[in-house]
């Protein structure tokens, strides 16, 4: 069974960093792009950041661009996020997807995406 499981979530003030990780199990995802999104109260959830199986390409929605970083570690099976300069509006639940198989694009919308994790928390104070 495959699984995706968020951590790193919590409170911190705005200005402050947080890191996201997101350990896969269940399969390998080498080949497989990897992405963020994010989804606060009362909005559609939406893409933050993608990357693709060898790292050669990464994306980035342009509310985070410059302040968040997407990285991977395929000998851990896992997927970070480090944000940084963080502002009130970047508060939401935060999810991992990874795509169902190989691709060399770092998609940024949701339907490319196969496996998804349960989320984890993000909220930053003013």
């Known amino acids: 069974q495959v699984q995706l499981v968020e951590s790193g979530g919590g409170l911190v003030q705005a200005g402050g960093s947080l890191r996201l990780s997101c350990a896969a199990s269940g399969r390998t995802f080498n080949g497989n792009s990897k992405g963020w999104f994010r989804q606060a109260p009362g909005k559609e959830r939406e893409f933050v950041a993608a990357v693709t199986g060898s790292s050669s390409s990464t994306a980035y929605a342009n509310s985070v661009k410059g302040r968040f970083t997407i990285s991977r570690d395929n000998d851990k099976n896992t997927v970070y996020l480090q944000m940084n300069s963080l502002k009130p509006e970047d508060t939401a639940v935060y999810y991992c997807?990874?795509?169902?198989?190989?691709?060399?694009?770092?998609?940024?919308?949701?339907?490319?995406?196969?496996?998804w994790g349960q989320g984890t928390q993000v909220t930053v104070s003013s």
């Open positions: 997807a990874a795509s169902g198989t190989y691709t060399p694009i770092a998609y940024s919308t949701e339907r490319a995406y196969a496996y």
